[in-house]
């Protein structure tokens, strides 16, 4: 296994980008559980807070496929600064509201802005990888693994820092934290040009190819839907059930958990020589994942449900990670930023869109009951992937053809 992760690093700057890229997305993991812990200490009510947490990650949604073609078009170098700019000014906004007390509707121009100027840096990195290691060989494999590993670090580490700080700071000091560690990695990541992906100019006249439009890329981003919406139900929810159950301090490990599961199948996922077909274990991670969270409901307290969470968790990794090397197969190296960015645009639109719903169920019918969302949202995201398998499997049947939609 460590024979396999020595050979994936072995290419000069690949150790640099990877830690320059998780330092930079560590933010992503702080946002929105400490958006939902700072709005409902407040507001006592898990709705709103989910609505605000949603439109931050539903204003990524949103921004990503722009900001990927930008960075197809002119290069990583070029777009990260401005859009660290454009970040700074919009959080540092949502903060001020928060600390005059505004209006609470006041607070989602500002949240969607924040996730629109958050480039989508796990596509950024895993582009990276794909230009050092061209080809389907086993370093660029390992390398996503890696890159997956480190996602779910980051989500295991940012819920605990943002529960304890959100909890027992001003939440300036929370948002002061996470703009001083994605301003950090992102200015160490823009100087890392040897590594950075070169743009191909475009002739004269040629239009941009929409990584949308090849074979299979419409499925894969509705079944990342889907699961993005496992996320962000799953993860207002245990919050809820820990606030509901009187220890809302817990909320952080808990969630926590959920992303443990996710980087222990990642490392073992990584280290391991596969012989099938990468759509076939995409589409078998996927169907797991999909029945996994029924798990939710044996949750009787909260060790329970944070063992339920991290056997759940298991499922993640190699899901995300199937996925996105079927897009590194699909898509084309001048459109692969979008197209790396369009699993990241599908999660959050699920993502945010599973937090706002789910608080108000959590709200109203308690968060038991409120478990039943990501429990359908999985399976529907299970049934993406067998349609995608069926779409694919004649395309690419473990082999590496890029296919147009016709």
């Known amino acids: ?40 200490g407040r507001t006592h009510s898990y709705g709103y807070a989910g609505v605000v947490s949603g439109s931050y990650v539903v204003g990524g949604a949103f921004g990503n496929p722009g900001a990927a073609v930008l960075v197809d078009k002119l290069g990583q170098h070029r777009v990260l600064p401005w859009f660290l700019i454009a970040h700074l000014l919009s ?46 060989g086993p370093e660029r494999s390992t390398g996503y693994s890696v890159e997956s590993t480190l996602d779910e670090v980051v989500f295991v580490l940012g819920p605990l820092v943002a529960t304890v700080l959100a909890l027992h700071t001003h939440p300036l000091v929370t948002l002061g934290l996470a703009l001083l560690v994605i301003s950090a990695g992102t200015v160490w990541l823009a100087a890392l040009r040897s590594t950075e992906p070169p743009v191909r100019p475009r002739a004269a006249g040629e239009r941009h190819d929409f990584a949308l439009r090849y074979r299979g890329m419409p499925l894969i981003t509705w079944s990342m839907v889907f699961m993005g919406a496992v996320f962000g139900s799953a993860e207002v929810t245990m919050v809820a059930f820990c606030g ?39 589409v078998v991670s996927a169907v797991l994942f999909g029945v996994m969270p029924f798990l939710y ?38 459109s692969l930023t979008e197209g790396l960015t369009w699993i990241g645009t599908g999660l959050s639109v699920g993502y945010g869109l599973g937090a706002a719903v789910v608080g108000g169920i ?27 398998a069926a779409r694919l499997r004649t395309a690419v049947p473990g082999g590496s053809s890029v296919v147009r939609v016709s």
């Open 1 to 40: 296994m460590l024979n396999r992760y020595r050979a994936a690093f072995s290419s000069p700057g690949a150790l640099e980008f990877s830690a320059a890229g998780f330092l930079a997305r560590i933010t992503l993991a702080i946002y929105p559980i400490a958006i939902v812990l700072i709005i409902s």
């Open 91 to 136: 959080t540092g906004t949502f903060g001020a509201l928060i600390t005059v007390h505004a209006p609470l509707w006041t607070l989602l121009p500002p949240a969607v802005l924040m996730g629109v100027t958050m480039l989508n840096v796990g596509a950024l990195i895993r582009a990276r990888w794909s230009y050092i290691w061209p080809g389907d």
């Open 244 to 282: 509901q159950h009187g220890h809302r301090a817990s909320a952080g490990w808990v969630v926590a958990s959920f992303a443990g599961g996710s980087a222990v199948s990642a490392l073992f996922y990584g280290g391991r020589h596969w012989h099938s077909s990468l759509l076939r274990r995409f």
């Open 297 to 334: 409901f044996a949750a009787t307290s909260i060790p329970v449900l944070a063992l339920c969470a991290g056997v759940i968790g298991l499922g993640i990794a190699p899901t995300l990670i199937g996925a996105f090397g079927l897009v590194d197969q699909i898509v084309p190296a001048n």
């Open 362 to 388: 959590a709200d109203r019918h308690g968060a038991r009951f409120a478990f039943s969302l990501p429990v359908g949202c999985a399976l529907a995201s299970a049934v993406f992937a067998l349609l995608l």
